[in-house]
């Protein structure tokens, strides 16, 4: 009896050894847990709708949920100060957009997309200069006139300084030789185009996605647009560079970064299930419905792209 007790103990251990190697090797595994994607700005902006769709795509081939943390603030300075401090495990990334460049040539954080993790690049959208229906003007050309008849009167509606729209209006003015009075909120675009669009200022910069509900209710006209050709859903409005702005032809850039030092097997399970999400039929068709462009870039070319927009924004800023 004692013999037979001695083996069935025995037998036990082996079972719970095999079953907590089981166990530990599951949780090696990377990804095991949810992980947390940050979006610096409000919900319902183009870079929260954009970011919480790929972000839903994605947990089918990675086998787990990811949630979004929306951190907004300062043009999504809050959520690239805030990610450095995260282990980098793989559990928590973060949305990086142009602000990323801008606030690091700045000063407003004190690192650089140099110093977090590279996953993907994922879209690129081109932003538009919109002008409320009740302003003291109806054209582009009879804007120019205006403002520079009336110094610092013509007011237009930015994000935050070091924001995309932000930069886009103050390099206008640069390449005019005008003075805007700077409306700079703490939101998107999206903002700016409701201000815009209730006469609360003359002009705007927002995006496609932000502004084409108030186009259609006939609230706001676009007047020109950044990118290298006319928008596929603007193909009425002129470009920057058609209009002799091109100096100030910046389009937005969303991407995926992490901490710093994460591991390359991690980043490679992320970024390419990232990017199936964003080659997807579904997430494409909402590129093409917001007017954005699909830019899908791996790891290495996202750090590479960012450089390239670094050299295109850090002139603009020193103006």
């Not at 409701?194 to 108030?214: D, K, M, P, R, V």
């Amino acid at each position: 009896m004692k013999k037979i007790s001695k083996f069935f103990m025995l037998f036990l251990v082996f079972t719970l050894i095999a079953a907590c190697g089981a166990g530990c090797k599951k949780q090696d595994i990377y990804p095991s847990k949810p992980i947390t994607f940050m979006i610096g700005f409000d919900p319902g902006t183009g870079a929260d709708v954009s970011g919480r769709l790929l972000a839903s795509l994605a947990e089918k081939d990675l086998g787990v949920s990811v949630n979004i943390l929306n951190k907004p603030g300062t043009s999504g300075a809050v959520s690239y100060k805030e990610i450095m401090g995260y282990e980098p495990d793989g559990y928590t990334i973060v949305q990086g957009t142009l602000t990323l460049l801008t606030h690091d040539l700045m000063g407003t954080i004190d690192h650089s997309f140099r110093d977090m993790t590279p996953i993907m690049t994922y879209q690129t959208e081109a932003s538009a200069i919109l002008m409320s229906a009740s302003a003291p003007f109806s054209s582009f050309g009879e804007m120019v006139s205006y403002a520079k008849e009336h110094p610092g009167e013509v007011t237009i509606a930015t994000s935050s300084s070091g924001g995309v729209t932000n930069i886009i209006a103050n390099a206008v003015a640069n390449a005019l030789g005008i003075e805007f009075n700077i409306i700079a909120g703490t939101g998107g675009g999206a903002d700016c185009c409701t201000q815009c669009a209730g006469g609360h200022t003359n002009l705007a910069i927002g995006s496609f996605a932000e502004s084409q509900a108030h186009i259609d209710a006939g609230n706001l006209i676009a007047l020109g647009v950044t990118g290298s050709k006319r928008a596929s859903v603007w193909p009425d409005v002129p470009t920057f560079a058609e209009l002799g702005i091109e100096a100030a032809n910046v389009e937005q850039i969303r991407g995926v970064f992490g901490p710093p030092d994460m591991k390359e097997e991690d980043v490679k399970i992320l970024q390419d299930a990232l990017m199936k999400a964003a080659n997807s039929p579904e997430f494409l068709e909402n590129v093409e419905k917001t007017g954005a462009t699909s830019t899908v870039l791996d790891a290495k070319q996202t750090g590479e792209t960012f450089e390239t927009f670094e050299k295109i924004i850090a002139p603009i800023l020193e103006n």
